[in-house]
């Protein structure tokens, strides 16, 4: 059974940098997407980075620059490196997995973790 776990989120200065993490436990290597995703209170959930099997990456506009997300193999873990951080990147963050072709289908997601960037 395939779970992903986030940490990393917390409080921050405006400017300030964060880096999260989402472990995978289970089979990382049926996980062919991964990406990072945000919801606002009253707000729709966003779409913050995705990151391909072959380490093809995509951002959203407003993140651009100043987000990196980054996937390590070995340690079935992927990264959101955010810099620069604003106050409109309060959210909680989630983490998001899909199956590879080859696999049975899913979709899975993390708990989530708050990221806070107050002064």
């Known amino acids: 059974q395939v779970q992903l776990v986030e940490s990393g989120g917390g409080l921050v200065q405006p400017g300030g940098s964060l880096r999260l993490s989402c472990v995978v436990s289970g089979s990382f290597s049926s996980i062919g997407t991964f990406a990072w995703y945000r919801q606002a209170p009253g707000k729709q959930r966003e779409l913050v980075a995705h990151i391909t099997t072959g380490g093809t990456t995509d951002y959203a506009d407003s993140v651009k620059d100043r987000f990196t997300i980054s996937r390590d193999n070995a340690k079935n873990t992927v990264y959101l490196q955010m810099n620069n951080l604003r106050h409109e990147d309060t959210a909680v963050y989630l983490c998001?997995?899909?199956?590879?072709?080859?696999?049975?289908?899913?979709?899975?997601w993390g708990q989530g973790t708050q990221v806070t960037v107050s002064s």
């Open positions: 998001y997995g899909q199956s590879r072709s080859g696999f049975i289908p899913y979709i899975k």
